[in-house]
């Protein structure tokens, strides 16, 4: 029974005189006294000698210069050709660095940049542990949350605690307030991301209506209703809200249909629950067929129009379905149900039939029958103080019903008698006493019954408004009571 938000882009690639002269003249000069003497004849010799061993100079001049010309040409050249050289490795290289170099550069610096330094938005993975992180050009999108976790997949949270905790699915007339409130119960907020209220048509089996739950937090303990915009626009703001695609009959009424929470990424229940029948394989388009029953037994239904399902306890999930919902009359959208908070699913209740709120301002009370039979309470009576009056109803099977009933504002008590007379304990069904010690002959008969001890009673301040107290657990002493939490808070 279950009642109840970036990526780090670092994108960072040889010389003398040498007439001859005076040498050969002196030579030619002895050789020519030896041949008579003739001095003319050895000047002559002298001089053709001489010319031509200046011929012979020149030539060697030339030679020389020849050389040197050789020598500083190829000096020159080695110059040049080195100059040249370098002009084209200039060139060349500039050119390789240009088309080769700087390509590489271009090609692996900065694709090594890009990849490792600022290019690869999943270095690190931005994503939640665990999730894939897929890149698409300076951005990234991360994958679906692990099991059992909803949100953005960058971040992820725990969904355990969020349920399905009221459902109004049928209204009188045209259904133009059907809503559906759901209960974070966890001690956590929850991330939205990824959920979708599912509704599914039993006759085929196949979802007739999803809607995106939204992109941020339920918090502990808040509650939000998914309704029509008109009827959410009556709900407090302090509400969280999702409105439906239309504004009226956006809930069937079966019989048998079902609703779900899913994680449509990959599929995966959160919470179902099927009404006046079973949907045990309904399939939710694109994501996959679940089934939307918890327990074995049939699964409750309402009248047309007679209230709506509720988890009571507020908020209490045992998988059963069967055992956690009851029909309504006291509709409670965006606000806890009876019971609330809810107590332990081993709380005890005398005989199934509880006093569950009592409103000493507004005048009602709410009775809640836990039992999985009619009671018919159509010759029982009211008792509060020393006025009586007659129920005249018949309380469903699980079900909580609220009447209208004149109560006393400071201390008093309300009780239930199945038969009389009134000094009976046996005839007292139900008891609740507030405000001080109230009538101490009934609370004796109370204390006798075991349904209330001597003496005890439940606070309440008076401070006008709505003062309503509700069972948060064994209904049998004010421990188990508490104000309703849309009580007028006193000052």
């Given at each position: 029974m279950r009642v109840i938000a970036t990526s780090l882009l670092i994108l960072t690639l040889a010389c003398g005189d040498d007439d001859g002269g005076g040498t050969d003249s002196g030579t030619d000069a002895a050789t020519g006294s030896d041949s008579g003497g003739e001095v003319d004849s050895g000047a002559e010799d002298a001089g053709r000698d001489a010319a031509m061993e200046d011929a012979a100079m020149e030539d060697a001049g030339a030679d020389a210069a020849m050389d040197d010309a050789g020598a500083d040409a190829s000096t020159d050249d080695a110059g040049a050709d080195a100059a040249a050289d370098a002009a084209m490795d200039a060139a060349t290289d500039a050119a390789m660095d240009a088309g080769t170099d700087a390509a590489m550069d271009a090609g692996t610096d900065a694709a090594m940049d890009a990849g490792v330094d600022a290019g690869d938005p999943c270095a690190p993975n931005p994503c939640f542990a665990g999730v894939t992180c897929t890149p698409s050009g300076a951005t990234f999108t991360c994958g679906a949350c692990p099991a059992g976790m909803s949100g953005d997949g960058e971040v992820c949270a725990s969904f355990a605690g969020l349920i399905l905790n009221e459902l109004d699915y049928d209204n009188e007339g045209t259904d133009s307030e059907e809503w559906v409130e759901i209960y974070n119960s966890s001690d956590d907020p929850i991330r939205l991301e990824g959920l979708?209220?599912?509704?599914?048509?039993?006759?085929?089996?196949?979802?007739?209506?999803?809607?995106?739950?939204?992109?941020?937090e339920l918090m502990a303990g808040a509650y939000l209703v998914v309704g029509p915009r008109a009827f959410l626009a009556t709900l407090p703001d302090t509400v969280a809200k999702v409105a439906f695609p239309g504004d009226t009959n956006q809930i069937q009424n079966g019989a048998p249909d079902a609703l779900g929470i899913i994680k449509t990424d990959p599929g995966e229940v959160v919470d179902v629950?099927?009404?006046?029948?079973?949907?045990?394989?309904?399939?939710?388009?694109?994501?996959?067929?679940?089934?939307?029953?918890?327990?074995?037994?049939?699964?409750?239904?309402?009248?047309?129009?007679?209230?709506?399902?509720?988890?009571?306890?507020?908020?209490?999930?045992?998988?059963?379905?069967?055992?956690?919902?009851?029909?309504?009359?006291?509709?409670?959208?965006?606000?806890?149900?009876?019971?609330?908070?809810?107590?332990?699913?081993?709380?005890?209740?005398?005989?199934?039939?509880?006093?569950?709120?009592?409103?000493?301002?507004?005048?009602?009370?709410?009775?809640?029958?836990?039992?999985?039979?009619?009671?018919?309470?159509?010759?029982?009576?009211?008792?509060?103080?020393?006025?009586?009056?007659?129920?005249?109803?018949?309380?469903?099977?699980?079900?909580?019903?609220?009447?209208?009933?004149?109560?006393?504002?400071?201390?008093?008590?309300?009780?239930?008698?199945?038969?009389?007379?009134?000094?009976?304990?046996?005839?007292?069904?139900?008891?609740?006493?507030?405000?001080?010690?109230?009538?101490?002959?009934?609370?004796?008969?109370?204390?006798?019954?075991?349904?209330?001890?001597?003496?005890?009673?439940?606070?309440?301040?008076?401070?006008g408004g709505n003062q309503a107290i509700v069972a948060i657990g064994d209904v049998g002493n004010s421990d188990g009571w508490a104000a309703s939490p849309s009580a007028t808070a006193c000052e």
């Open positions: 979708e209220l599912v509704l599914v048509n039993g006759a085929t089996d196949t979802d007739y209506r999803r809607v995106e739950l939204g992109t941020g629950l099927s009404y006046e029948g079973r949907v045990e394989a309904g399939e939710v388009v694109g994501v996959g067929t679940f089934d939307f029953t918890e327990g074995d037994a049939p699964v409750v239904a309402i009248d047309t129009g007679a209230g709506t399902l509720a988890r009571i306890p507020n908020g209490v999930d045992t998988g059963d379905s069967n055992a956690d919902w009851l029909q309504s009359t006291v509709p409670t959208p965006g606000d806890c149900n009876t019971f609330c908070p809810a107590p332990a699913p081993t709380t005890t209740t005398t005989e199934g039939l509880v006093i569950s709120e009592v409103d000493p301002i507004d005048d009602t009370v709410v009775l809640t029958n836990l039992t999985d039979s009619d009671i018919d309470m159509t010759t029982w009576q009211w008792c509060r103080r020393r006025s009586y009056s007659r129920i005249n109803a018949v309380l469903p099977a699980r079900t909580s019903m609220r009447f209208d009933l004149t109560l006393d504002d400071g201390s008093s008590d309300v009780g239930v008698y199945s038969c009389t007379p009134f000094g009976d304990e046996t005839c007292l069904r139900a008891y609740v006493q507030y405000g001080g010690n109230g009538f101490r002959g009934r609370q004796a008969e109370a204390d006798r019954a075991g349904l209330w001890p001597s003496g005890d009673f439940v606070e309440i301040p008076m401070c």
